[in-house]
Structure formats: structure tokens, C-alpha cells
């Protein structure tokens, strides 16, 4: 951290916020992700449900997330884990990337949350909707509005394979919002939101799909977000 000296006395300068984060998750297991990571409350569901159908942990060196199923066991709209050093000071960046390594998923569930905003008091994520843009790991774009139904805004996919690097990235471009889905470097959409509820800040985000029919799991082996001012080309 950088020191100035002012009238005979060193005077150290305030840190930079810490707007970039990434996790190779290579620790123990653990039934957490750990301390730098928060879990929202679940939203309301479709049709009801439990609160605690879904987690996410640390297992075999990947990022673990899961689901129940079964009765009461319905789709749920909310369910995520923030990078809590860095969610609060990319609030209003005009762009943003949220990327991970996949290895496996079970059904084409949300991966990749941008501009997630989640009502949060003092560091606890509170039962209310959030807005948001996803990217399903087969490359989907989605849009959600105050915790409701999400709607398909980008309904390109890919076949994703172990090993891809999956990226999801949106800029605000004058009055609107531009969102890519990006696999191992190669633009598979490029959407632009000019909608009148554009969404305009929030932060990173991974998130797991709870279904009814089937249990949901997925795995990352490694995750990263941060700024950007342009968009792969």
C-alpha cells in the first residue's frame, strides 16, 4: 500500500477496492465454500418448496453445487453464492466478466450470474427477489426481475465439454446492456438489453437450478470475475 508523507508525517493511502476475485476451490473438503463466499436466501419458490434445496461445497479440488428433489421440491428462482469481498464494490461498474472452468452438470440450470443484485443487510442476504442476468452453462442468456420467472433473452447454446472455459460478460453501452456468452475465447451471442428495466448494477454470482424432476449437481474447477471496459472481440 502506498505511503505520501505530509507535513513530516508518513500518512499511508487508503486501499484501492477490491473489484477482482478468483478461487481454484484446490483445499480441502469442506461442506462450505468458505469464508469468502455467501449463499442468498432462497427466493419464493414456484408453487412453494424448502428453503435448504441447495449448496454448495468444496469436494475433490471443484466447487460442488447440488439440489434435492421430490415432492416440495420445486423450481426456485434465488439460489446463489457471492464472492463477498468484491460484491459490494462492483455495484456500478459499466462492465463486468464472471467466468469458470466447468467439468460437469446435470441439467442446463443457471452457472453464471452478472449484475446480481440481491437485497443484502449487514453481509446476510434477506427473502426478497433479485434481479439479475444469467448464463446457463450450455451458453443461454437469461433475465430475471424482482426474484420472478426468468426469461430467455439469448437462446443460442453449445454442446460444453470438461475443461471449457465458460465466460459471461455485460457492458453498459449508452441506455442499454450488452451481454456475450463466451466459450474458450470464441463469442457464441452477443445480446443487448434496451429494455425499459435494464439491469444496471449488481455483482458475481454462481448459482445452481433446483428442479422438481430431477437433482441437480455441477462442477467448477475454477472461477474469476473482474472489470472490463470492452467486450471479447
Sequence with gaps: MPKHKLYGQIVQAAAAPVTSFADTFIRADSPTLGPDWIRTSCNIPAGGGNGGTAWAEVSSNQCLLQTLTGAGFTQRYDIA??????????QNLAGYFV?????????????????????????VTQNEGADFYSMVFNGRIDKVVGGGAS???????????????????????????????????????????????????????????????????????AFSCGPITALTP
Excluded: K
Excluded at 453464492?81 to 462492483?90: A, D, E, G, M, T
Excluded at 467466468?99 to 453481509?123: D, I, K
Design 81 to 90: 453464492w457471492i464472492p463477498l469481498q468484491v460484491y459490494y464494490n462492483v
Design 99 to 123: 467466468q469458470c472452468t466447468f467439468q460437469t452438470a446435470t441439467t442446463s440450470g443457471w452457472g453464471l450470474m452478472n449484475r446480481y443484485n440481491h437485497n443484502m443487510q449487514n453481509g
Design 151 to 221: 426469461a430467455t433473452i439469448g437462446a443460442a447454446t453449445w454442446a460444453q465439454v470438461a475443461g471449457d472455459v465458460l465466460r459471461f460478460e455485460v457492458l453498459t453501452v449508452g441506455a442499454t446492456q450488452v451481454l456475450q456468452s463466451v466459450r474458450n475465447g470464441v463469442v457464441l451471442q452477443n445480446i443487448v438489453d434496451a429494455t425499459a428495466f435494464r439491469i444496471t448494477n449488481g455483482g458475481p454470482a454462481i448459482s445452481v437450478l433446483s428442479i422438481a424432476t430431477a437433482p441437480s449437481t455441477s462442477r467448477l474447477s
